[in-house]
């Protein structure tokens, strides 16, 4: 027999220090199991719709339905030529073509007096009594014209009538677009580690012509689409009536709406519309096409996406991981963001437990903890085994915003690498050879 040197002890000392850390490790992963449940046993209120299960909408339901025709209203400059009243018979009506319409609009030429429809809707004409036009087509116009000067006063024979009646200038409804995407040239990544402090807000004041007057036009004239940083969804808040402004002070300001979304006067939860770009395939289109009218003082908001990640600890980095906006991830394809490894820590990954000298990490932590809070501010732990995951599409839990991922090891995981990193078995031997001799 043989006395066992000072070495010999120190490592049993530090083998017994490393056996009682490690029972307190799996006291507190007891701790964090208690209360969980397998991806199989989560409720209801647990899961979210899948984003892979979205379609696109047909975007040209952004352009609501358009009227064949321009209609009369107010603000509207009409070309009027009426023969012997409003320019001489015996010289044709000059025509031009103007050049102050809104670009990109299609030039139409146009005869006669500007006249514009006053705020009443009505026009005034020599000789006769203002006439009502509003929401009168261009013909329709003409009749009443006709029937002004021709039926109720006898100035001109029906012989001899020669009316024309065009648009010279459309009025135009006044539209703010406010974006929180950015609009890079190029693909712009970010690491995980980094977080977005500030961003600028993109504002544009657009007038759009009636017949221009929609969702649809108002993204292409600043931008297109919402990038890939902005949720993807339109907000259009409707233009306020005086009344409704003389309102802000008496009412609350609520509104039914979940969400991180802007604030509305109560009672006129219709004034916003939320406009999704992806449903679910084969529902009913979540929002009426006359949604994507835009009127007079209308806002149209493209929001940032706030809170579109996962977090991780435990032998995880610790970071904050933004989540695609469009295609959900599972926990494997989660970790992977996290470490680049599908099962854990790498070897080399400096984790909370220090393996140094030894082997390395031979027994990868296979056990994770996803906390995960609904709406009604509930929260629930769900344990993944991941070695079962990788064989198992049920158990590979769909994460979603704001779920906390914790990485551990199960106790034999633990007990293996510690004993692998603690006893260098080729030095040991070489002491126990150097004894016996």
């Known amino acids: 027999m043989f006395a066992p040197s000072s070495y010999n002890l120190s490592r049993i000392a530090l083998c017994a220090a490393i056996i009682v850390f490690a029972a307190s490790i799996s006291g507190c992963g007891r701790a964090l199991r208690k209360g969980s449940v397998t991806p199989q046993e989560v409720c209801e209120e647990c899961l979210f719709p899948p984003r892979d299960l979205m379609v696109p909408i047909d975007h040209r339901y952004l352009e609501g ?3 064949d025709e321009h ?19 015996e010289e044709l009506p000059n025509v031009a073509y103007p050049s102050f319409r809104q670009t990109g609009a299609p030039i139409e030429p146009f005869v006669g007096h500007p006249i514009t429809v006053e705020t009443d809707g009505t026009i005034h004409l020599p000789y006769v009594d203002k006439i009502f036009v509003r929401d009168m087509s261009l013909s329709q116009v003409r009749d009443a014209i006709r029937e002004a000067y021709s039926v109720k006063r006898s100035f001109i024979a029906e012989d001899r009538e020669n009316i024309q009646v065009t648009l010279i200038t459309p009025r135009s409804h006044r539209v703010h677009i406010f974006r929180q995407d950015t609009r890079y040239n190029v693909p712009g990544l970010q690491q995980t580690s980094q977080f977005e402090i500030s961003r600028r807000w993109a504002g544009s004041t657009l007038f759009l012509e009636p017949k221009d007057a929609s969702v649809l036009s108002a993204l292409l004239r600043t931008g297109g689409l919402p990038g890939i940083d902005a949720r993807n ?3 259009v808040m409707k233009g306020l009536s005086e009344d409704e402004i003389n309102e802000i002070h008496e009412t609350p300001i609520e509104t039914n709406l979940k969400g991180n979304l802007p604030m509305m006067l109560a009672k006129h939860d219709s004034k916003l519309i939320r406009i999704p770009l992806r449903h679910p395939a084969g529902s009913p289109l979540p929002f009426d096409l006359k949604d994507t009218l835009l009127g ?3 806002v149209v908001f493209l929001p940032k996406r706030e809170g579109d990640h996962f977090l991780t600890g435990g032998l995880l980095p610790p970071g904050r991981i933004p989540l695609e906006r469009d295609r959900d991830i599972d926990v494997i394809e989660a970790i992977a963001k996290a470490t680049g490894s599908t099962l854990g820590a790498p070897g080399g990954f400096r984790s909370p437990i ?3 000298g030894g082997p390395g990490n031979v027994f990868a932590p296979t056990e994770l903890i996803v906390v995960r809070r609904t709406e009604a501010n509930v929260q629930y732990k769900i344990r993944v085994d991941l070695q079962k995951a990788m064989d198992d599409p049920s158990e590979r839990l769909r994460i979603i915003p704001g779920d906390l991922l914790v990485l551990r090891y199960r106790p034999h995981e633990l007990a293996g690498n510690v004993l692998l990193n603690i006893f260098d078995f080729g030095f040991n031997f070489n002491q126990g050879t150097n004894v016996l001799r």
């Open 65 to 67: 339905p358009q009227p």
């Open 354 to 356: 220090q393996f140094n």
């Open 233 to 235: 969804e339109i907000w």
């Open 71 to 89: 209609y009369v209203d107010s603000e509207d400059v009409l070309g009027i030529y009426v023969a012997d009243i409003i320019g001489e018979r």
């Open 296 to 298: 007079d003082g209308d």
